[in-house]
């Protein structure tokens, strides 16, 4: 038995997961504890690797000689494919990046727009929403502590790097027919 232990573990660490602990003594509800899980471990694992920015920041659409927007077709798509978020932080995203557009729309650009340039609205862009930083080697996460409200429960995680504490996320999930979803994520500092 030990010895097939052994041998899982090192599959595991040779496929380049890292397992991510969850502190067993957090109480709260496990499928909303599942659902974070879940949703980290593909986020860091998979999608974060591939691209930092995917899933929050789409491609530019020209819609005359000085005016740029962005894409934001091609933003529904790609948030409408993540399983772990409600209906209600999808449009939140949407809204959020349409609010973005709206700034966009009031100046004239003379070319597509720089990377991180400087319009209130679209700051958020800059930083990723849900683990952050702009590409910082971020190799896990721990579930630190689970709070139950009613319906919603509130799990904060500590994003790693090197084992170390980046940034928390504080995520908020909502029960909608008997399965939890994220609802909002909220990075906090220090």
């Given amino acids: 038995m030990r010895s097939i232990c052994l041998l899982f573990l090192v599959v595991f660490y040779s496929l380049g997961c890292k397992p991510n602990s969850i502190n067993t003594d957090i109480g709260g509800d496990s499928l909303a504890i599942r659902t974070v899980n879940k949703f980290y471990n593909w ?6 690797p591939k691209s930092t920015s995917y899933y929050q920041v789409p491609t530019f659409d020209k819609l005359d000689a000085t005016t740029y927007v962005f894409d934001l077709e091609e933003f529904n798509e790609r948030i409408n494919t993540i399983d772990y ?14 609010n973005c557009n709206s700034e966009m729309r009031k100046i004239k650009w003379e070319h597509e727009p720089e990377p991180m340039f400087n319009i209130d609205a679209c700051n ?23 709070q139950v409200h009613s319906d919603d429960v509130l799990v904060i995680v500590s994003i790693l790097i090197e084992d170390k504490t980046f940034v928390r996320s504080h995520v908020l999930l909502t029960k909608k027919d008997k399965e939890f979803k994220i609802n909002d994520i909220k990075l906090v500092w220090g």
């Fill in 85 to 98: 978020f409600s209906e209600d932080y999808k449009k939140k995203l949407v809204s959020r990046l349409e």
């Fill in 124 to 146: 958020y862009l800059w930083g990723n929403q849900w683990v952050g930083g702009q590409g910082e080697n971020i190799n896990g996460f721990k579930i630190e502590e689970v």
């Fill in 43 to 48: 986020y860091i694992n998979d999608a974060y």
